[in-house]
């Protein structure tokens, strides 16, 4: 069926460096993305959203990129930080019901 | 204005009891939904509310599962004649409308079968 998914299930990168976490989504219907945080023991927090009519937003150190051409959806950090440390999940709206449905995730790791 | 309120935070049940989830969407969100997570996995989803009404019970396992949002008071999970395979944690999500914009979560609540 389809389903949005990662492209790396981890990432491990040094403090400072910039972080890209990759996402794929298959259905073409969909018009609304979210991608979110979670630290251990907590639920999801809300980075930033991307609506389909853009190919990009940012935010205060964080980049959004869609391209609907691949079907492909990105999530930068710049200067990523120790406190970054979570787990990063896309999650897309296909348009029916209104539902949000959520990729396996990517666990990013912050070296000191 | 307090945030997707869900409780409890932590719920210990024996095999064959009942629980029940509560969540209380944001001030103003009248729609709601129900995630299921296991531990290192994704958010799977359950069940789409808006008040007294299901909207798109999909993700719901035909049997032991129902969920309601009534017109007054929270939105409750409820999971009869639990098996260890329910232990998860359950997260909710409310939002204003349909569009999605303003997606917000609760802390979740981690039920572990004994």
């Known amino acids: 069926g389809e389903s949005v998914g990662l492209h790396l299930p981890t990432l491990s990168v040094q403090e400072g460096d910039n972080s890209i976490i990759n996402c794929a989504y298959s259905?073409?219907?969909?018009?609304?993305f979210i991608w979110y945080k979670q630290e251990s023991g907590k639920g999801p927090q809300f980075i930033i959203d991307i609506r389909s009519n853009m190919d990009k937003r940012q935010g205060q150190r964080v980049t959004v990129l869609l391209n609907k051409t691949v079907k492909h959806l990105s999530l930068q950090i710049a200067a990523t930080q120790p406190g970054d440390s979570a787990v990063y999940f896309c999650?897309?709206?296909?348009?029916?019901?209104?539902?949000?449905?959520f990729g396996a995730g990517t666990r990013l790791t912050v070296k000191p | 204005n307090a945030g997707v309120m869900q409780n409890p935070r932590h719920l210990v049940r024996r095999r064959g009891q009942e629980a029940r989830l509560r969540c209380s969407p944001m001030?103003?969100?009248?729609?709601v939904y129900w995630y299921r997570q296991l531990p290192e996995e994704g958010l799977k989803f359950m069940v789409y509310l808006q008040k007294e009404n299901i909207i798109d019970e999909s993700g719901m396992p035909k049997e032991r599962f129902s969920a309601e949002f009534p017109k007054e008071g929270p939105s409750i999970l409820r999971i009869q004649q639990v098996v260890r395979g329910d232990s998860a944690a359950y997260f909710c999500a409310s939002s204003p409308n349909q569009q999605n914009y303003g997606y917000t979560f609760g802390s979740g609540t981690r039920l572990t079968v004994v």
């Open positions: 999650a897309e709206n296909r348009g029916n019901n209104n539902d949000m449905r």
């Open positions: 001030k103003g969100h009248s729609h």
């Open positions: 259905n073409s219907a969909s018009d609304y």
